[in-house]
């Protein structure tokens, strides 16, 4: 594949916080700790510290998590220099999305696994890839589903609570119609027991996630850790206890959103508490009342000091919303980088001053990579229509009268004529104003008439030329078709088996090497 290259802003696709964090804006600034750049990265490494407690706990951890699972060398070798009093992580996150997700799941992971080889060799010392499972997200409707070749699978049901610990229930005619449209290659036979082997009905979301993330990426070293631990939990029980008795993070969060607020759309709500209480199918906000606290739909209600008891010997039975995720991160890793996309980058940049205010490092926030793959007969096909890469990204219908008027035998456009209609008016109007300066608005209001006629022309001249030349402008909805399926940016819809079936296990390692996340541009993966 040859990699093509555009800035992020010339794609038309991306927020304005994303942008200004891309190129350093001084008003983001003030947002984030470090720099998004080798200096950045540096600069954290140096200062980042972690608790040996911490660390103990979390190797102890991972070691449950990973039981009984074949570890391939790599991946052994990083679970024992996490160990490492010097050890560091870079992570990136994700929901348990159904069979691994939209493209960007991988290109977030591709992108920590090799960032994390860089950094090794770059600073001399261990510094570990770390995938999150987002294990106790509650919204079914945004992991249930995934793309293959533009066919839609879909887990139905209908349960609850944290999707981690949802049994996988009716997976198996749905594993069956992905299997069905894999595509033709050598290597499906691979992935089809692949998905059978991962996603079973007596497997949770969360059994399934790590062990079909694992059989991709293992051998790459990636660390893949699930939050939703007991063990983990405990290290959090000090954040807990500070949002339950000052309520740290609304009045932390608030501060930086009134700050953002001139500039950007503030992308995650502040509530007065942060927290979530998880029982059996249920994943409940806690609200505080006049003598204490109620989880919402019927769930239990708590004193101040109950809570806090609770909290004490049970933080598995509570967890952390969108705000709170980072600083659980934080906490348990010893991290210095996180990577993601543009909604993950905005909500970041809402917590600069809790981090402070807990006292905890924030990492370097860093931009995942964000690519699409294109065929190279579509590419060609633009160019002979005398269209760039970058042109693809501009507006559609502009893109297509574009083609249509270059290619057309007749004229589309009358601005000569135009021209003569105002010289024309301009001396009607010359001649009136001096009979009678009243007449002025009336010739104004004639050429403007006329004018607008002769723009309807035009618009009919161009629709014409769109008619005589429906081939090629077939041939740019299809190309547009290919990098933006159902008008969105490819990598948030179609799913990277199809492409492994294809190209065998390998392509994953192509990749990484072809997305990298501090070069700050979109990529665009010609075939």
């Not at 008003?27 to 490494?45: K, N, V």
């Not at 200062?47 to 052994?76: C, I, K, N, W």
């Not at 403007?448 to 022309?457: E, H, M, N, W």
């Amino acid at each position: 594949m040859e990699p093509h290259c555009i800035p992020y802003a010339a794609t038309g696709r991306f927020a304005p916080i994303v942008l200004d964090h891309l190129s350093g804006a001084e008003r983001l600034r003030e947002h984030y700790r470090f720099t998004p750049d080798t200096a950045g990265l540096r600069q954290a490494a140096a200062e980042r510290s972690f608790d040996p407690q911490h660390r103990a706990t979390l190797v102890a951890a991972l070691e449950r998590q990973y039981a009984g699972m074949e570890q391939p060398e790599a991946l052994r070798s990083n679970l024992q220099q996490l160990a490492r009093p010097d050890a560091l992580t870079v992570t990136t996150g994700h929901q348990l999305v159904l069979f691994g997700g939209p493209l960007y799941v991988p290109f977030k992971i591709l992108n920590v696994i090799r960032l994390a080889r860089e950094l090794s060799a770059e600073l001399q010392r261990p510094v570990l890839p770390v995938f999150w499972m987002a294990s106790e997200d509650h919204d079914r409707a945004e992991v249930d589903h995934t793309f293959f070749h533009g066919h839609k699978l879909h887990w139905p049901g209908s349960a609850a609570g944290p999707v981690g610990r949802m049994l996988l229930e009716g997976i198996g005619p749905v594993v069956e119609d992905a299997i069905a449209h894999l595509g033709a290659g050598t290597d499906a036979g691979r992935y089809a027991a692949l998905l059978r082997e991962c996603y079973r009905p007596t497997f949770t979301l969360a059994q399934a996630t790590r062990r079909f993330v694992h059989a991709l990426h293992g051998e790459q070293g990636l660390i893949i850790v699930d939050g939703d631990a007991p063990a983990l939990k405990r290290l959090f029980v000090p954040v807990m206890r500070e949002e339950v008795l000052n309520q740290v993070a609304q009045r932390a969060v608030q501060y930086a959103d009134q700050r953002l607020a001139a500039h950007y759309t503030v992308q995650a709500h502040a509530r007065e508490i942060n927290l979530f209480h998880l029982a059996p199918g249920h994943r409940r906000r806690i609200v505080p009342t006049t003598d204490g606290f109620q989880v919402l739909d019927g769930g239990p209600s708590f004193t101040v000091d109950s809570l806090l008891a609770a909290i004490e010997a049970r933080p598995e039975d509570f967890s952390p919303n969108v705000l709170l995720r980072p600083v659980y991160q934080e906490t348990i890793l010893p991290n210095i980088a996180y990577v993601g996309g543009g909604g993950e980058l905005a909500y970041w940049f809402q917590l600069r001053w809790l981090f402070q205010a807990l006292q905890l490092p924030m990492p370097v926030v860093l931009l995942r990579t964000s690519a699409a793959f294109l065929s190279r007969k579509r590419l060609l096909q633009a160019n002979a229509s005398g269209l760039a890469l970058e042109d693809l990204f501009g507006d559609t219908d502009a893109l297509r009268a574009r083609i249509a008027t270059a290619n057309t035998t007749h004229r589309t456009e009358l601005s000569a004529e135009r021209a003569e209609l105002a010289a024309f008016y301009t001396r009607v109007l010359l001649a009136s104003v001096a009979a009678d300066p009243s007449l002025k608005g009336a010739v104004e209001a004639r050429h403007t008439a006329a004018d607008k006629g002769l723009l309807r022309l035009e618009k009919g001249l161009v629709r014409a030329a769109k008619r005589t030349q429906r081939t090629i402008i077939d041939r740019l909805d299809a190309t547009l078709e290919e990098l933006f399926p159902g008008g969105g940016l490819q990598e948030r819809r179609e799913n990277i088996l199809p492409m492994l079936v294809a190209n065998g296990p390998s392509y994953l390692q192509h990749l990484e090497a072809l997305l990298d996340p501090r070069a700050g541009v979109f990529t665009v993966l010609v075939d």
